[in-house]
């Protein structure tokens, strides 16, 4: 038994440490409330530059992603490049009204941020929004291309490209995305502690360029952005002299040979591929490549080669039912099988980890315990994210109006999707979103597409022959706005608790970027649908995705009887091997792992060509060498350099669009022949 002097002794220390603790946390407190006095009120964090910015930024990334996605379909994530991109305009907007002899608000982290967040929501429905994959895959083109008299692709399951229809359509099918999960953002950011990798490198970055040290980097970058924008802008100009007919100029130069030429393998001069592949991984741009080799160097040749015996040879090679449709459902069975992988494994860690944190009853978010084991810079950010709140009643009444409006609008643009399976999308959707804000949480991995695919084929088999086609897309569609929306808005959530930026300035900025995308990318498809050739499978735009969705559509009404010969084996096996390959990236020794090929990334050359993934390794070729030869300098300059060569290349899309709609043609043409002719 102690005595009671030391009963008086532990009773006193114990006093001094509560007391000590007490004084701790009233100086943390009061430092917090220094902090957030500094701060610019989120009324304030918007201001008419920033708006201007974001739509200058937000239209410009929305022609280059609109390239992407009408080209080949695969676009990389270009936040870190946004972020740069608004630095360098307000920036230099900033200085210029200095340098007149004008008085202007501060530029500051948080203006960064909503310029960024409002321009990658722009942009973002460019993308996401269906022009390249379930909205154009309704089209007369896509319809015939699929084969009229496939079983399954009925007359009159088609809907051709309006800007009326699908601005409507974009408006009613967003919004509802951004209020899914309001009510969950102090669980996902604060509670979980989510990291979402994307939204924590745009925060670093941004916090990076609003210090002196990261000033003077942002300044070399800015140069670095300008030299090479105006380098491939320049480029792009000269390249389009020598396009005065098909299959002309450099975009056509057969690098190793006019026999691998035909085969698609060449390097086409893209700096936007080139761009993009310095800003992808190795492992997706070597990816990209052994996927071209295996299909346009060994298997199209194969499968060819036995016209008359697998498929007739009076077919066109375009047929569904001759070599193109190999080319479809083969590259079909290679993105099923990692997204269904991927899916099953994001949707286990996601449970797993919400049983974990339920399992865990000493877990108590809020204690006192908790706030004292924080830093005071941790204390502060969640201060910042809390304080503003968003108010439940909002978030609910708004998503019930939405919904509503939507349940009443899509089925009178599209009869074939009933007003109740609408409704039906609607309630179950908030879970969907759920689970893949969490899993983006976890993995950094948008699995919005996957959810789209689930009801791309939940709703063909269910809605009918006639209608099934048509259905199954435009629910695909429903689904993946709403579950990509809410997961870009947790990404940007994340952003703004580590930039002391008030959520509701990021709410509010992501829907203005929305409502500024719903016009915009419908405006950028068309002026692309206008002034090209979409959806050839020989021109520049050959829109893959386009016919890849529409045949998934028909899959789900038909079932694999809209297969040709032998395909069914072989998308067995592919289907096989993109389960296996992802198992042996996940389990292998790292060693062994990291050499493993995407299956994904795989799918892409195996129906557009080689000579994008030949770019997108040119560009992966010259950040090796420059990390070889310079690292420091590679890591700071690789991004604006990328940036550069994007922006510049996708900018000239302007004007040579608004060139092809007035009927002004390249004088010349550079062809290249066999010297035997």
């Not at 909503?114 to 269906?130: E, F, K, P, W």
């Not at 295996?294 to 194969?302: D, E, K, Q, R, T």
């Amino acid at each position: 038994m102690r005595s009671e002097t030391e009963m008086m002794g532990v009773e006193r220390d114990d006093y001094e440490e509560h007391y000590n603790n007490n004084n701790n946390n009233n100086d943390i407190n009061n430092n917090i409330e220094e902090e957030m006095k500094r701060l610019p009120p989120w009324q304030k964090q918007f201001t008419i530059r920033g708006i201007i910015a974001s739509i200058i930024i937000g239209v410009m990334y929305s022609v280059i992603v609109t390239k992407l996605n009408l080209s080949t379909g695969l676009v990389p994530n270009l936040n870190v490049s946004v972020a740069l991109l608004a630095f360098v305009f307000l920036k230099s907007w900033t200085n210029l009204v200095h340098k007149a002899g004008f008085v202007t608000t501060p530029f500051t982290r948080q203006e960064n941020t909503i310029v960024q967040t409002c321009a990658v929501a722009c942009y973002s429905i460019a993308y996401g929004g269906g022009f390249g994959s379930y909205l154009l895959g309704l089209n007369k083109k896509t319809y015939e291309q699929a084969g009229v008299d496939t079983e399954g692709n009925v007359p009159g399951s088609t809907k051709e490209p309006g800007l009326d229809w699908m601005t409507t359509f974009l408006f009613v099918s967003t919004f509802v995305g951004l209020l899914a999960l309001v009510p969950l953002r102090k669980v996902m950011i604060i509670d979980y502690k989510l990291t979402y990798p994307t939204g924590t490198a745009t925060a670093v970055l941004i916090n990076r360029f609003h210090t002196p040290k990261g000033d003077n980097i942002a300044k070399k970058q800015v140069h670095g952005f300008m030299k090479y924008f105006s380098l491939s802008f320049l480029w792009g100009f000269v390249q389009w002299f020598y396009t005065g007919g098909n299959q002309c100029g450099f975009n056509q130069f057969p690098t190793f040979g006019l026999k691998a030429w035909k085969n698609t393998f060449f390097f086409d001069f893209s700096m936007t591929y080139v761009g993009a592949g310095m800003i992808c991984s190795h492992l997706v741009n070597l990816s990209l490549l052994f996927g071209a080799v295996l299909s346009w160097g060994i298997m199209w040749p194969l499968i060819g080669d036995l016209k008359g015996k697998w498929f007739p040879s009076s077919l066109p090679e375009s047929s569904m039912k001759s070599l193109n449709g190999y080319k479809v459902f083969i590259s079909i069975a290679l993105i099923l099988g990692d997204g269904l992988y991927n899916f099953i494994k994001t949707l286990f860690f996601t449970v797993k980890s919400i049983h974990d944190r339920l399992k865990d009853k000493n877990r108590r978010i809020g204690s006192e315990d908790q706030k004292l084991a924080l830093s005071p810079d941790e204390l502060l950010r969640n201060e910042v994210f809390m304080r503003e709140r968003i108010p439940y009643w909002i978030a609910f009444i708004g998503y019930i109006f939405f919904a509503a409006i939507s349940v009443t609008v899509v089925p009178l643009i599209f009869p074939q999707l009933k007003w109740y399976y609408v409704v039906a999308t609607y309630i179950f959707a908030p879970s969907l979103c759920f689970c893949n804000a969490y899993g983006a949480g976890l993995t950094d991995m948008n699995m919005a597409f996957n959810y789209g695919k689930v009801a791309l084929f939940v709703l063909s088999a269910i809605s009918g022959k006639d209608s099934g086609v048509v259905a199954g897309l435009v629910a695909c569609g429903l689904i993946k706005s709403m579950v990509s929306i809410s997961s870009d808005l947790m990404h940007d959530f994340k952003t703004s608790h580590l930039t002391l930026t008030s959520p509701r300035s990021m709410l509010l900025s992501q829907a203005i970027g929305t409502a500024i995308g719903c016009v915009v990318a419908p405006l950028t498809f068309f002026l692309f649908y206008k002034a090209f050739d979409l959806g050839n499978p020989d021109g520049e735009y050959k829109a893959p995705y386009a016919i890849i969705y529409r045949n998934m559509a028909i899959l789900g009404v038909e079932g694999f009887s809209a297969l040709p010969q032998h395909c069914l084996q072989l998308c067995y096996g592919f289907f096989g091997f993109a389960v296996v390959a992802n198992l042996v990236r996940d389990r292998a020794p790292e060693k062994i792992g990291r050499w493993v090929p995407l299956p994904m990334a795989m799918a892409v050359p195996f129906l557009v060509g080689a000579n994008f993934a030949i770019d997108m390794c040119v560009g992966s070729l010259v950040v090796f060498l420059w990390h070889k030869f310079n690292s420091s300098e590679a890591s700071v300059m690789v991004p604006a350099v990328a940036s550069g060569l994007i922006c510049g290349d996708g900018l000239w899309i302007l004007p040579s669009s608004i060139l092809a709609l007035a009927k002004i043609k390249p004088p010349m043409c550079m062809t290249f022949n066999s010297g035997e002719l």
